[in-house]
């Protein structure tokens, strides 16, 4: 009788396991469930946005393909390449603002100091050479003092 009890043991032991393994499995396996919904939705929608950019991506090759086509064939009828009014306009506004730019360095370089006083441009050129009043303010030159800068 021991020997029958301690096979029925056993066996309820097995049956405990596999019930606990069983159990196991099963949460493991809704666990994944869950992670895998998610990512199978995901999925989808990133493969239905993969379709709709090739698909875009081709409407726009088409059209940009339509736009060269276009641009060629212009450029067969006229000779050249096109030029609209639009291009003109902008090239002649470029072209007169570099006419204002050339013409403004040159006053600046025949003025220097245009906002100046023609007093006040006496003075700073009678500063700068050390000649008339300023003479005695500015420093003595080196060669006088036998300092070197």
């Known amino acids: 009788m021991d020997n ?7 066996l309820c032991q097995a049956y ?3 019930a606990e ?3 196991k499995l099963d949460i493991d396996h809704m666990t994944l469930r869950e992670k895998l919904v998610p ?21 726009l090759q088409r059209e940009l393909n339509d736009l060269r086509d276009r641009y060629q064939l212009l450029v067969s009828q006229n000779g050249n390449a ?8 902008a090239l002649a506004e470029a072209e ?12 600046q370089e025949a003025d220097p100091d245009p906002n100046l006083l023609p007093i006040e441009k006496q003075l700073l050129e009678e500063y ?6 300023f003479q005695a303010l500015l ?11």
């Open 39 to 59: 990512f199978l939705m995901a999925f989808k929608y990133y493969k239905q946005m993969s379709e709709q950019l090739v698909a875009e991506k081709e409407a």
């Open 128 to 133: 700068t050479k050390g000649s008339g009043d």
């Open 21 to 23: 393994r069983y159990t």
């Open 139 to 149: 420093p003595q030159s080196s060669s006088h003092s036998g300092v070197t800068a």
């Open 96 to 107: 007169e603002q570099m006419g204002l730019i050339e013409e403004t360095l040159k006053e």
């Open 4 to 10: 029958l009890s301690q096979r029925y043991l056993r």
């Open 16 to 18: 405990s396991q596999l």
């Open 82 to 89: 096109p030029i609209n009014e639009e291009l003109l306009s």
